[in-house]
């Protein structure tokens, strides 16, 4: 079963930057990176194609988020530029896009795979 297993998270002020990494077990296909505010639903924030040509935001991160993915090293990762406190959330990667399901890749019920989640918090 594959695994994902993310790093990265950590504590920053508003206006820093960090660099995600989602590192998975095997070749993953679809990959998406979700987060989750205490108190809220769980949002989609970007998503990348399995080869990496095609990449979807959320509009809260446009401009300000960037995934990537090497499949070389079997790893995702999202660059956080401008971090506001409303960016302040546990960031989990998903992939492995649920056969057949039409594909809407800011679309949590459709991945199979989930890691852990790692930390971010930006402080005003």
């Known amino acids: 079963q594959l695994q994902l297993a993310e790093s990265g998270g950590g504590s920053v002020q508003a206006g820093g930057s960090l660099r995600l990494s989602c590192v998975a077990s095997e070749y993953a296909g679809s990959m998406a990176w979700f987060c989750q505010a205490p108190g809220k639903e769980r949002e989609g924030g970007a998503a990348?194609?399995?080869?990496?040509?095609?990449?979807y935001y959320a509009d809260s991160v446009k401009g300000r988020f960037t995934i990537s993915r090497d499949n070389a090293k079997n790893t995702m990762y999202l660059q956080m530029n401008t971090l506001k406190p409303e960016d302040t959330a546990m960031y989990s990667c998903a992939a492995g896009w649920r056969s057949g399901y039409i594909y809407r890749p800011l679309d949590s019920l459709g991945y199979n795979y989930w890691g852990q989640g790692t930390q971010v918090t930006v402080s005003s």
């Open positions: 990348i194609s399995s080869g990496g040509s095609a990449t």
